[in-house]
């Protein structure tokens, strides 16, 4: 099962744009790349995922790299709600969702 | 429409006892997962059901079960419990639980072992 990789934690000023890396190098081709994010032991709220091609939508957008082994979640203009942990995940074909331990992102005023 | 919805949210059992956990999807989802997330880890893929049938399984031991029923609600149950079986347990719906589909999270039930 392929893994990813995240910086433990991360800052961001209030209405600039977060970029969260997350390295999955050892993604199959068939393994898709999601994005989740958790506040406060909330479950995790779905934001976008991809396979190939760069994503977009009302949330975020996901740069995932020509050859698939790392990827960026960009939150355009990050908001104080926008704290939480976020989770790079690949997911099996079957299904199987393998979570990291995540970046936490603090947005500060 | 409801969400995923997840019962109880908290309880509290002695070491040893037995505990059930239960979980409804979103209405046309036929997928439910069973994740395990201790505190200050990221979740841990417990279950996997589509159809009544158990699809995937994670590295937990025997005593951890789960069951899907007709109208695809799910259960989860511990035996044995241990103090290390302290988490927030949390249930995740999809239409097929395959990877072309989104995942919908519950909130959790939080299970206290003492």
């Known amino acids: 099962d392929a893994k990813t990789t995240q910086p433990t934690s991360m800052d961001c000023a209030e209405g600039r744009a977060a970029n969260l890396p997350c390295n999955h190098s050892?993604?199959?081709?068939?393994?898709?790349v999601y994005w989740y994010r958790q506040i406060h032991s909330q479950g995790p709220q779905y934001i976008i995922h991809g396979l190939k091609n760069n994503e977009t939508n009302e949330m975020a957008s996901l740069i995932i790299t020509e050859d698939r082994k790392s990827s960026t979640l960009i939150l355009p203009h990050a908001t104080l709600r926008d704290t939480a942990v976020y989770y790079c995940i690949v997911i099996t074909r079957e299904g199987k969702l393998i979570f990291g331990q995540g970046t936490e992102l603090s947005v500060k005023p | 429409d409801a969400g995923v919805t997840q019962s109880p949210t908290h309880l509290i059992k002695t070491r040893g006892q037995q505990v059930t956990l239960r979980c409804s999807p979103i209405s046309g989802h036929k997928s439910v997962s069973w994740y395990q997330q201790v505190l200050g880890q990221g979740p841990q893929f417990i279950f996997q059901y589509y159809e009544k049938e158990e699809r995937g399984r994670g590295n937990f031991p025997d005593r951890f079960s789960a069951r899907q029923f007709p109208n695809y609600s799910s259960e989860l149950n511990v035996n044995a419990l241990l103090l290390g079986d302290s988490a927030l347990y949390l249930c995740?719906?999809?239409?097929?639980?395959?990877?072309?589909?989104?995942?919908?999270f519950g909130s959790g039930t939080r299970l206290t072992v003492v």
């Open positions: 050892t993604i199959s081709g068939n393994e898709y």
């Open positions: 995740a719906s999809s239409q097929t639980g395959l990877v072309d589909y989104g995942y919908t």
